[in-house]
């Protein structure tokens, strides 16, 4: 078997590991939560090497019953070199913070916080390395983030009192690494290109994992579709304050 052929043999095994990874979990636990995630940029491609974009996103959780979070976002990137890339970018996050309650230790009530909008502050340079073989594409990226949350005063009820309270949320700093392997697939004479993804979130340790797949269909050079279904696995509680997800994820992007 040629080099070739064992690349695109393991881009294969990936693909199938990633769903026997995903398909127990479509199985879903009565903890678990369902959103959507829907997103709309546009890209423009300034010359050989540079590039920028925006976009914006919409994302719902509560078993698409309630908003998440609405962002808006800008980016850059540069060509170093034929199959490595480097990016920056920034985005405002305005999240619907989840309600908090807190219990004494005869487990009566103690505390409620209510759930509140809030917004936040994300910072991320990339560099990814990729390789096609034929038609598969291979790539990683290495992504440092770092999110900013300013402090916010909202409402919290005190049930030992029995009375309403202002009580400040502190601001926090957080620095992630997300790490990203993906696999395309060029299928000959068809405008849906499958693909599959792992992403790990790392904060000292591992905090999340993503695992991806979806397809890209495009009409022509300017207008380009994905459509992917995510399962998200966070290992402790995180500023997202997230649970074990079921994502369905729909985006357009206008390239010009």
Known sequence: MGRSQRIITASACLLIALSAAICPTTARADSDDMGLCLTAGASHKLNKRWSVGGEVEFRSRNDFKTADRISVGVNAGYKLMKGLKASAGYSLLVDNNMEHITFNDDYSYNNWRPSYWGVRHRFNVSLTGSIDIQRVSISLRERWQYTY?????????????????????????????????????????????PFASVEFYNAWELEKTKLTVGVDYNINKTHYFEAFYRYQKPNEDDDDNEINSHIIGLSYTFKF
Request: glycine share 4%; with cysteine; hydrophobic share 35%.
């Open 149 to 193: 949350r300013p402090h916010k005063m909202t409402d919290n009820f005190d049930f030992d009192e029995a009375l309403w309270e202002t009580v400040e949320v502190r601001g926090k700093g957080k620095n992630v690494l997300r790490s990203k392997l993906q696999v395309d697939w060029n299928i000959p004479h068809c405008k849906f290109d």
